[in-house]
């Protein structure tokens, strides 16, 4: 069974730093591109980032440019989101995406996590 | 960035009852449309992707249509459990973007 579990959420102060994981089982991570999506009730559904499946390539949403890293280890079966200079405007709940089949040239998620929640606060 | 405008924001329905969303995005986005279901304290489950291709485990019930800038969901008999919101999603343009979603809630 495919399965995606989102880690390391929690309470942190604006300009504070917050690393998120992304833990896959079920399905070959390192032969699948991996995406973060994140969700508020203000501005819903948003894309972040992803990531190509040998970690050569990444992108990020104007947003979080500069200040969101993404990263992967396909031994550990694990992709990070690592948040610096965080705002109170980053607090949401994070996913982690398959794309279809992994694919790079898939546009549609088919799997994701339950998410882990980013508060931004002082 | 595509902006992706779903109406109504509500519907209130009874069971059995056939049901209609709808899906507007600011530029054509081909057939490069996917619709999600979500319900509460759960992850998006997707239901259709290239605008009218059911995903694995959809329920014949739930029909895609449209292209362009204009796409529908149609639920022909709302059962149950599928109370919940409906988000489309483009992936015609970068960034990927997401619609506001509808609620479909008993009435």
């Known amino acids: 069974e495919v399965q995606l579990v989102e880690s390391g959420g929690g309470l942190v102060q604006p300009g504070g730093s917050l690393r998120l994981s992304c833990a896959a089982s079920g399905f070959t991570l390192s032969s699948s591109w991996i995406h973060w999506v994140r969700q508020t009730p203000g501005k819903g559904l948003v894309w972040v980032s992803h990531i190509s499946a040998d970690g050569n390539s990444a992108t990020y949403a104007d947003s979080v440019k500069g200040r969101f890293t993404i990263s992967r280890d396909n031994v550990k079966n694990v992709v990070y989101l690592q948040m610096n200079s965080l705002r109170a405007e980053d607090t949401a709940l994070y996913y982690c995406?398959?794309?279809?089949?992994?694919?790079?040239?898939?546009?549609?998620?088919?799997?994701w996590g339950q998410g882990t929640l980013v508060t931004v606060s002082s | 960035e595509v902006v992706l405008t779903q109406s109504p924001a509500t519907l209130s329905v009874s069971p059995g009852e056939r049901v209609t969303l709808s899906c507007r995005a600011s530029?054509?986005?081909?057939?490069?449309l996917a619709w999600y279901q979500q319900k509460p304290g759960q992850a998006p489950r997707p239901l259709i992707y290239d605008a009218s291709t059911r995903a694995t485990g959809t329920p014949p019930r739930f029909s895609g249509s449209g292209s362009g800038t204009e796409f529908t969901l149609t639920v022909s008999s709302l059962q149950s459990e599928d109370f919940a919101v409906y988000f489309c999603q483009q992936n015609n343009t970068w960034p990927w973007t997401f619609g506001q979603g509808t609620k479909v809630e008993i009435k």
């Open positions: 995406a398959r794309p279809h089949r992994g694919l790079s040239n898939s546009g549609w998620f088919d799997y």
């Open positions: 530029q054509s986005l081909n057939s490069n």
